[in-house]
């Protein structure tokens, strides 16, 4: 039975507030409403799926900007161009590396680690990770392809000095691919489904080394305004109820979005989204000391892979700020 899905009772709460309080400078448009710029990774799925599910009637505005991944919304957050990212644990450990991070992670999206992959071209003959020694591998540095090819190899008894690394873009990386100038790429998402479609096969996967822990960053000068606060909690409230709305009937619909945006047919769309959400259903949570603690692994990991130079204590950019607003809007 098709469900009623209701605009949130946060919402009353945020038109109160945002009608009296002010965010930082930039944080408010002509008309007094608070706007939130958010960035998004491959394609803007967050803003296609609040459409989708009649949930993008925000009494605020939102800003979607479009990155190639994490780090790069990490940076704009850093630099004052962004006041919200997604991304996975590892973006986050390397924007803060300097020791001065003005961004803290306020909440924990669950996700399907699925679509993170080493791909070997088409006509390769490589068919295992252990067969990457001495080849030149590329991948999408500071992210969870960094983090789960460092993995991988040593899963397989190798080490990173035991293949030629090249950091490179997904779309570099995968002209790189079909070229012959990398023989394997760890990537993620739109970038492996893109590999597969030219003839790339799987050698490894991330699936099992990541934690599927995805993280909703912001910056300190949106987390000093009540009113941004309160916008960003009931827009993640949102995306987390819209989520619901696509497994209670709404899967093949909702394929129809994703594989004219990656375009993927809409079978293998379809696919995709029912075995991710089969192996771990998407879901917004807020911040807990177990995520904090996965988090500290992965920093653990890169600064034993001498990629972080000294150790990283990453509880000093998690808040449980956002934490009441947000369970309150979730519950609603």
Same mark, same amino acid.
């Given at each position: 039975?098709?469900?009623?899905? @209701?605009?949130?009772?946060?919402?009353?709460?945020?038109?109160?507030?945002?009608?009296?309080?002010?965010?930082?400078?930039?944080?408010?448009?002509?008309?007094? /409403?608070? *706007?939130?710029?958010?960035?998004? /990774?491959?394609?803007? @799925?967050? #803003?296609?799926?609040?459409?989708?599910?009649?949930?993008?009637? *925000?009494?605020?505005?939102?800003? +979607?900007?479009?990155?190639?991944?994490?780090?790069?919304?990490? #940076?704009?957050?850093?630099?004052?161009?962004?006041?919200?990212?997604?991304? =996975?644990?590892?973006?986050?450990?390397?924007?803060?590396?300097? &020791?001065?991070?003005?961004?803290?992670?306020?909440?924990?999206?669950? &996700?399907?680690?699925?679509?993170?992959?080493?791909?070997? %071209?088409?006509?390769?003959?490589?068919?295992?990770?252990?067969?990457?020694?001495?080849?030149?591998?590329?991948?999408?540095?500071?992210?969870?392809?960094? $983090?789960?090819?460092? #993995?991988?190899?040593?899963?397989?008894?190798?080490?990173?000095?035991?293949? *030629?690394?090249?950091?490179?873009? %997904?779309?570099?990386?995968?002209?790189?691919?079909?070229?012959?100038?990398?023989?394997?790429?760890?990537? $993620?998402?739109?970038?492996?489904?893109?590999?597969?479609?030219? &003839?790339?096969?799987?050698?490894? =996967?991330?699936?099992?080394?990541?934690?599927?822990?995805?993280? +909703?960053?912001?910056?300190?000068? *949106?987390?000093?305004?009540?009113?941004?606060?309160?916008?960003?909690?009931?827009?993640?409230?949102?995306?987390?109820?819209?989520?619901?709305?696509?497994?209670?009937?709404?899967?093949?619909? $909702?394929?129809?979005?994703?594989?004219?945006?990656?375009?993927?047919?809409?079978?293998?769309?379809?696919?995709?989204?029912?075995?991710?959400?089969?192996?771990? @259903?998407?879901?917004?949570?807020?911040?807990?000391?177990?995520? /904090?603690?996965?988090?500290? /692994?992965?920093?653990?990991?890169?600064?034993?892979? &001498?990629?972080?130079?000294?150790?990283?204590?990453?509880?000093?950019?998690?808040?449980?700020?956002?934490? =009441?607003?947000?369970?309150?809007?979730?519950?609603?």
């Amino acid at each position: 039975m098709r469900r009623t899905w @209701r605009a949130l009772p946060l919402v009353g709460l945020l038109i109160a507030v945002l009608s009296s309080c002010g965010g930082p400078a930039g944080a408010e448009d002509g008309g007094g /409403t608070v *706007t939130l710029r958010v960035g998004a /990774t491959g394609w803007k @799925r967050e #803003e296609a799926l609040l459409k989708f599910a009649h949930l993008d009637d *925000t009494p605020y505005q939102v800003r +979607w900007s479009l990155f190639q991944g994490g780090d790069k919304q990490l #940076e704009a957050v850093r630099a004052g161009a962004l006041d919200v990212a997604s991304s =996975s644990e590892i973006p986050p450990v390397f924007a803060a590396a300097d &020791g001065k991070p003005n961004f803290k992670v306020v909440a924990v999206q669950r &996700g399907n680690t699925l679509n993170q992959e080493v791909v070997a %071209p088409k006509g390769s003959d490589i068919t295992s990770i252990a067969q990457l020694k001495g080849k030149k591998v590329g991948y999408v540095k500071n992210t969870t392809a960094h $983090y789960f090819l460092y #993995e991988l190899l040593k899963q397989a008894g190798l080490g990173w000095e035991d293949i *030629t690394a090249a950091p490179l873009e %997904p779309d570099k990386a995968l002209a790189a691919l079909n070229g012959g100038s990398i023989d394997a790429f760890a990537g $993620y998402g739109n970038a492996i489904i893109a590999a597969h479609q030219q &003839g790339a096969r799987t050698i490894g =996967s991330g699936r099992d080394i990541l934690s599927g822990n995805f993280l +909703w960053t912001a910056s300190d000068e *949106t987390l000093g305004s009540a009113a941004e606060r309160e916008a960003l909690a009931d827009l993640l409230a949102r995306i987390d109820q819209a989520y619901a709305y696509v497994r209670d009937g709404h899967q093949q619909e $909702y394929a129809k979005v994703v594989a004219t945006a990656t375009h993927q047919p809409l079978e293998e769309a379809l696919e995709e989204f029912e075995e991710g959400e089969a192996q771990r @259903r998407t879901e917004v949570q807020t911040v807990t000391a177990k995520a /904090t603690a996965s988090e500290q /692994t992965v920093a653990d990991s890169f600064q034993e892979l &001498g990629a972080l130079k000294q150790p990283l204590k990453v509880s000093a950019f998690w808040t449980d700020r956002l934490n =009441s607003p947000l369970r309150k809007a979730l519950s609603s």
